[in-house]
């Protein structure tokens, strides 16, 4: 089998905007390749041409393959952006085993099922008091700045260890490092700002260690395992990755519910944990988050699909179409909140899986259960067109829910 479009005029750029008229929904551009083969050649902002994945099970298999690369220095990686210098990645999900998996194995503890759902009273105090300070305060209101941002950064800090007081300082420069039209220089300063900032902390905790997770990193910058600044990227990751995809699905989630009364009002008027699970499984899936794809580079030739990838050559696995898979997820772009879609690749697939999915899975119950029970007649205060929507970003949701009751 050959790519049906060997004209690079033909080659459309990736990742691409979502269609006003459906928000939730991925670019209908994705859909029209998924159906015409599981394979496509793309064309990005560099000139390079990496392989678009678009099904659901082909994604599997290659991000579980071990000749599939996530080293962004790997000749063929299919960069979003521009790399700013060279060298090693500053996180391990950058990297592969065994690196990958003895630095993965650093920071797992906190994100076990057992310790997260020890995590679930405080998590609810959280978005209780949260919601207190709504119903007490002026209507309408930006759910994003009031309730979904503070809800995930919350969390991250006391888990890390990190200053809530300082959430400005690192969610501005957090939205930096993901903005898509940000150039390379501005990413790479708004990265450095966030590294020096965890570095000076961790220097503070390796004089005082508290019970939080850059405490437990020092004990490993303490052995010799890790230096300062490796630690220091290592938290900025979690940083980065534990508000911002959990706040966009806290807002989004929410958006999307409104749009959909039917369901909404199943969750709403439940007192089944077992739904609850399911809804936040099926939000998940239906509005995949994540815009720039799993990328990864190929060492070893692959057979996949009745195609032949070449080593040094790249791959993206557009998870969002993957989600809307209807050989996986029958009627895929229906919102079922009774839907088993419990084998979404919303986190990823393989040994990259995402390590703070317990988390962000643990708060998104408390959310989802908590918000339209408290405030039943919660609703939009606008129209849904005039809701700015994050098409610059890697990771998608609003920039403002305004919102009443």
């Avoid at 393989?350 to 918000?371: D, F, K, N, W």
């Amino acid at each position: 089998m050959t790519s049906t479009l060997d004209s690079a005029a033909e080659i459309p750029d990736y990742p691409m905007t979502r269609a006003a008229g459906c928000p939730f929904d991925p670019p209908p551009v994705l859909r029209e390749k998924q159906k015409e083969g599981p394979l496509t050649k793309v064309r990005l902002w560099d000139g390079s041409t990496p392989w678009l994945v678009t099904r659901y099970a082909d994604q599997r298999a290659l991000l579980a393959d071990p000749r599939v690369s996530a080293d962004a220095y790997q000749p063929g990686y299919p960069s979003p952006t521009a790399l700013v210098g060279s060298g090693s990645p500053i996180s391990f999900i950058m990297m592969d085993d065994p690196e990958h998996a003895r630095l993965r194995r650093m920071v797992t503890a906190p994100f076990t099922i057992k310790r997260v759902e020890a995590m679930r009273p405080a998590v609810q105090k959280i978005v209780d008091d949260l919601i207190d300070d709504l119903l007490a305060g002026p209507k309408p209101v930006d759910l994003v700045e009031a309730f979904a941002l503070p809800v995930p950064s919350l969390v991250i800090c006391e888990l890390l260890g990190v200053p809530y007081a300082d959430h400005d300082f690192f969610q501005d420069n957090s939205k930096t490092i993901i903005n898509r039209d940000a150039d390379p220089e501005q990413r790479a300063a708004a990265l450095g700002r966030l590294v020096g900032y965890l570095d000076t902390l961790l220097g503070e905790k390796l004089a005082n260690p508290g019970d939080d997770l850059l405490s437990g990193l020092t004990e490993r910058v303490k052995s010799g395992e890790l230096s300062q600044r490796d630690a220091a990227g290592i938290g900025v990751l979690l940083l980065i990755a534990g508000h911002e995809t959990t706040a966009n699905m806290i807002a989004l989630g929410t958006l999307a519910l409104l749009e959909h009364p039917d369901q909404l009002a199943l969750l709403r008027d439940t007192a089944d944990q077992k739904l609850v699970t399911s809804a936040v499984e099926e939000l998940l899936r239906y509005l995949h988050i994540t815009h720039n794809g799993r990328r990864r580079a190929v060492l070893a030739d692959i057979e996949i699909a009745g195609q032949v990838i070449r080593a040094g050559e790249g791959l993206i696995m557009a998870n969002d179409i993957g989600n809307r898979d209807p050989d996986a997820f029958p009627d895929p772009d229906r919102l079922d909140l009774q839907r088993d879609a419990r084998h979404h690749v919303a986190f990823g697939f393989g040994i990259h899986q995402c390590l703070g999915q317990p988390l962000a899975r643990m708060e998104l119950q408390v959310v989802y259960s908590t918000l339209y029970r408290r405030i039943p007649t919660l609703r939009l205060a606008t129209d849904l067109d005039q809701i700015p929507f994050k098409h610059d970003g890697s990771v998608y949701g609003v920039y403002e829910l305004p919102v009443t009751w």
